[in-house]
């Protein structure tokens, strides 16, 4: 059983950056790989970036590339988003997920994870 708490969004002006965190709890962390996801008014959820079990492996939506750098410290069972360049258009709820394995981080698709965050609203001022 994984529980996840994610934070800090907020309130940025477009251009700023944020960081998110994803607080996980459970022995078995280190078995899953964790990704970020986001859902703005009126649309579906959709992948924002994964990351493996061990960090080496990254996977990022084309959306968030080369602005968002998606990280994981296994010793403190935490995740993290770096978002920078920040757009009106990333305006959204941000869910942290996680899902056993490292495969899917390729492939993310919603209803494959196995546990979600309750979500940290991220909303950007233009």
């Known amino acids: 059983q994984v529980q996840l708490a994610d934070s800090g969004g907020g309130l940025v002006q477009a251009g700023g950056s944020l960081r998110l965190s994803c607080a996980a709890s459970g022995r078995t962390f280190r078995t899953y790989a964790m990704g970020w996801f986001r859902q703005a008014p009126g649309k579906e959820r959709e992948f924002v970036a994964a990351?493996?079990?061990?960090?080496?492996?990254?996977a990022y939506a084309d959306s968030v590339k080369g602005r968002f750098t998606i990280s994981r410290d296994n010793a403190e069972n935490t995740v993290y988003l770096q978002m920078n360049s920040l757009k009106p258009e990333d305006t959204a709820v941000y869910y942290c997920?996680?899902?056993?394995?490292?495969?899917?981080?390729?492939?993310?698709?919603?209803?494959?994870?196995?546990?979600w965050g309750k979500g940290t609203l991220v909303t950007v001022s233009s």
């Open positions: 997920a996680a899902a056993y394995g490292s495969g899917w981080i390729k492939n993310p698709i919603v209803n494959d994870m196995d546990y």
């Open positions: 990351i493996s079990w061990s960090g080496g492996s990254t």
